[in-house]
């Protein structure tokens, strides 16, 4: 599989990350290089074998639905520096 | 007396027969950090809150019982939720984030009494291996201050290594802190997945990531380990199991070893000075009548392109939580909504980032979800499948930490090179298995290191074979 510069603009598009124009060609280029290197993969032939997403086996614990310790959203909405009356200001959507 | 060598073990009973106080030991340590600022490896300090925190502490000094590591300063990588102090993760993404909360590790070490004197610098998001993708620059290598310290932990390596703190926490998802320990000199533990809880800890990829400790020797690995180790609550992967007593099992005779060597494997990689200390730590083995086994990891060597697709794929998931709103960096100048998402990520995420989130992207995107991310998992059950028939044979399994020694800063510049540094140590982390890199041999002057991977929850057997390793 290679990367050009079509599939650049869509990865740009579905990872919502702007790509500057100096940047386009190395990062296309070490796109590559990693592609190629993990294409690795797809010379094994593993069609039996089952998925692995979590290294533990059978570790679910789910604790007691209950609120341990409540973060006030006045404290939570220190972290950004937009907000009012308890709301995150974004650009207008609805025209 | 100079209080910045002292070791964990020696500050601890220091403080208790009280040859000196927690003031002495912070005031110490900040003049220590102030003559060495070019080594780059603050991101940010808590300087005033420290020694506040040590003046309390020696005028509490009967709680020692229930605080054991009352006044002790230590420093935390800036991946750690530190609430009220800057946790930036290495990101101009999160230069302006100072989180309402901690991280568990954070509060566990908190109670234990420790005090923190700042944050580490770090590859930005963990993403890196010379700590060379930070927003702040690189960390330099206290050892020779034209190498790297390794990363992503290069900061928290590079601060117990030049004697800010005689231990710092770190995080591992792919080697992360075995790396930085070897290039440094130190001893580094991951712990097995899910023995340290990930709540707070900044997360690079979910599956893999796992926080641990850097020490200068293994007694003190040990100690510290202990305080940040248990089951959580607040992360649902966390092991609900009793945390055994670390520092007293490192030194104990309890346990029966058989170590796992790879020969066939290390020397498949051709390269004379490898397999030279690998042979050499062998013989080290046998001197000390240690029991071993050849053994044969098959897969193996397909570790570094399946983490290069899971790793990815979950970090491009986990960071699309970064989009200029709630917390972050945020651009101006914006033209609509999508417009902000646009130039906050683009503007405030470095390079290596970009380009792992893009890789992630592609590896989960319609049609090639398959090929890469499902064909990766498959394969991790592979590797992961190596290891538990390696050990139904042996205790643990040795391997070099890394291929060679510190390398110049600057001096990597193929993104595939930089990548395997870590052919050694993302195997552990794949199968969530407990792995700590020791020093051992160097090469021109510079430090190499040994790894012991054990089997889950196995870290007692991993410090009571490195501390045997070490009585030489």
Same mark, same amino acid.
């Given at each position: 599989?290679?990367?050009?510069?079509?599939?650049?603009?869509?990865?740009?598009?579905?990872?919502?990350?702007?790509?500057d124009? *100096?940047?386009?060609?190395?990062?296309?280029?070490?796109?590559?290089?990693?592609?190629?290197?993990?294409?690795?993969? *797809?010379?094994?032939?593993?069609?039996?074998?089952?998925?692995?997403?979590?290294?533990?086996k059978? *570790?679910? *614990?789910l604790?007691?639905?209950?609120?341990?310790?409540?973060?006030?959203r006045?404290?939570?909405?220190?972290?950004?520096?937009?907000?009012?009356?308890?709301?995150?200001?974004?650009?207008?959507?609805?025209? | 007396?100079?209080?910045? !060598? %002292?070791t964990?073990?020696?500050?601890?009973?220091?403080?208790?027969?009280k040859?000196?106080?927690?003031?002495?030991?912070?005031?110490?340590?900040i003049?220590?950090?102030?003559?060495?600022?070019?080594?780059?490896?603050?991101?940010?300090?808590?300087?005033?809150?420290a020694?506040?925190?040590?003046?309390?502490s020696?005028?509490?000094?009967?709680?020692?019982?229930?605080?054991?590591?009352?006044g002790?300063? #230590?420093?935390?990588k800036?991946?750690?939720?530190?609430?009220?102090?800057? !946790?930036?993760?290495?990101?101009?993404? %999160?230069?302006?984030f100072?989180p309402?909360?901690?991280?568990?590790?954070?509060?566990?070490?908190?109670?234990?009494?420790?005090i923190? %004197?700042?944050?580490?610098?770090?590859?930005?998001?963990?993403?890196?291996?010379s700590?060379?993708?930070?927003?702040?620059?690189?960390?330099?290598?206290p050892?020779?201050?034209?190498?790297?310290?390794?990363?992503?932990?290069?900061g928290s390596?590079?601060?117990?290594?030049?004697?800010? +703190?005689?231990?710092?926490t770190?995080?591992?998802?792919?080697?992360?802190?075995?790396?930085?320990?070897?290039?440094?000199?130190?001893?580094?533990i991951?712990?097995?997945?899910?023995?340290?809880?990930?709540?707070?800890?900044?997360?690079?990829?979910?599956?893999?990531?796992?926080? &641990?400790?850097?020490?200068?020797?293994?007694?003190?690995?040990?100690?510290?380990l202990?305080?940040?180790?248990?089951?959580d609550?607040?992360?649902?992967?966390?092991?609900?199991?009793k945390?055994?007593?670390?520092?007293?099992?490192?030194?104990s005779?309890?346990?029966?070893?058989?170590?796992?060597?790879?020969?066939n494997?290390?020397?498949?990689?051709?390269?004379?000075n490898?397999?030279?200390?690998?042979?050499?730590?062998?013989?080290?083995?046998?001197?000390?009548?240690i029991k071993?086994?050849?053994?044969?990891?098959?897969?193996?060597?397909?570790?570094?392109?399946?983490?290069?697709?899971?790793?990815?794929?979950?970090?491009?998931?986990?960071?699309?939580?970064?989009?200029?709103?709630?917390?972050?960096?945020?651009?101006?100048?914006?033209?609509?909504?999508?417009d902000?998402?646009?130039? +906050?990520? &683009?503007?405030?995420?470095?390079?290596?980032t970009?380009?792992?989130?893009?890789?992630? !992207?592609?590896?989960?995107? +319609?049609?090639?979800?398959?090929?890469?991310?499902?064909?990766?998992?498959?394969?991790r059950?592979?590797?992961?499948?190596?290891?538990?028939?390696?050990?139904?044979?042996?205790?643990?399994?040795?391997?070099?930490?890394?291929s060679?020694?510190?390398?110049?800063?600057?001096?990597?510049?193929?993104?595939?090179?930089?990548?395997?540094?870590?052919?050694?140590?993302?195997?552990?982390?794949?199968?969530?298995?407990?792995?700590?890199?020791?020093?051992?041999?160097?090469?021109?002057? #510079?430090?190499? &290191?040994?790894?012991?991977?054990?089997?889950?929850l196995?870290?007692?057997?991993?410090?009571n074979?490195?501390?045997?390793?070490? %009585?030489?």
């Amino acid at each position: 599989m290679t990367i050009d510069d079509k599939t650049l603009e869509n990865l740009s598009k579905l990872s919502k990350i702007k790509i500057d124009e *100096n940047l386009r060609n190395k990062l296309r280029e070490d796109l590559n290089l990693t592609i190629n290197m993990i294409d690795e993969i *797809n010379k094994i032939d593993c069609d039996q074998i089952e998925e692995l997403s979590h290294p533990i086996k059978d *570790n679910f *614990n789910l604790r007691e639905d209950k609120v341990f310790k409540e973060i006030d959203r006045e404290s939570l909405q220190k972290t950004s520096n937009k907000t009012e009356d308890g709301f995150y200001l974004v650009p207008k959507v609805i025209e | 007396m100079d209080l910045e !060598t %002292l070791t964990l073990q020696e500050q601890i009973s220091g403080l208790r027969d009280k040859k000196f106080s927690s003031v002495e030991l912070v005031e110490n340590y900040i003049s220590v950090i102030g003559n060495n600022e070019d080594l780059n490896v603050f991101v940010s300090n808590d300087f005033e809150r420290a020694i506040a925190k040590a003046k309390k502490s020696d005028s509490s000094n009967n709680i020692q019982q229930d605080m054991p590591l009352n006044g002790i300063p #230590m420093v935390h990588k800036d991946i750690f939720c530190t609430e009220g102090v800057k !946790t930036s993760c290495g990101s101009k993404m %999160l230069d302006n984030f100072y989180p309402p909360y901690s991280a568990t590790v954070v509060e566990r070490l908190e109670q234990a009494g420790s005090i923190c %004197l700042g944050k580490a610098n770090m590859d930005e998001f963990a993403m890196g291996s010379s700590n060379e993708t930070s927003f702040y620059g690189a960390v330099k290598n206290p050892l020779n201050k034209q190498k790297s310290p390794g990363g992503s932990s290069g900061g928290s390596a590079a601060a117990v290594a030049a004697n800010f +703190s005689s231990f710092s926490t770190g995080t591992d998802t792919g080697g992360s802190i075995r790396q930085p320990a070897s290039f440094c000199g130190l001893v580094g533990i991951k712990p097995t997945y899910g023995r340290v809880s990930r709540y707070g800890m900044i997360a690079f990829a979910s599956s893999l990531d796992q926080g &641990g400790i850097l020490a200068k020797n293994i007694k003190d690995t040990a100690i510290a380990l202990q305080y940040i180790s248990g089951y959580d609550p607040k992360d649902a992967t966390s092991i609900k199991t009793k945390v055994p007593n670390f520092s007293e099992d490192c030194e104990s005779d309890k346990f029966e070893h058989v170590v796992g060597l790879a020969t066939n494997l290390i020397n498949s990689f051709g390269d004379e000075n490898l397999s030279k200390n690998y042979s050499k730590a062998i013989k080290r083995l046998a001197k000390l009548k240690i029991k071993t086994k050849e053994i044969e990891l098959p897969n193996l060597e397909l570790s570094l392109p399946v983490y290069y697709v899971i790793a990815p794929a979950e970090c491009s998931a986990n960071l699309s939580r970064y989009d200029g709103i709630r917390f972050g960096y945020r651009a101006e100048n914006v033209d609509n909504l999508e417009d902000l998402y646009f130039k +906050s990520r &683009g503007e405030g995420f470095g390079n290596e980032t970009k380009k792992r989130i893009l890789i992630g !992207t592609y590896c989960l995107s +319609s049609g090639f979800y398959d090929a890469y991310y499902k064909k990766a998992q498959k394969i991790r059950n592979l590797i992961s499948s190596d290891f538990v028939n390696a050990f139904k044979d042996v205790t643990s399994i040795m391997l070099p930490t890394t291929s060679g020694e510190a390398f110049d800063l600057g001096s990597i510049t193929d993104p595939i090179e930089m990548y395997k540094q870590d052919i050694f140590t993302i195997p552990a982390n794949l199968g969530g298995l407990p792995a700590i890199s020791i020093p051992f041999g160097e090469k021109d002057n #510079m430090p190499l &290191g040994i790894q012991f991977i054990g089997n889950i929850l196995e870290e007692s057997s991993l410090l009571n074979i490195s501390n045997k390793f070490q %009585l030489d």
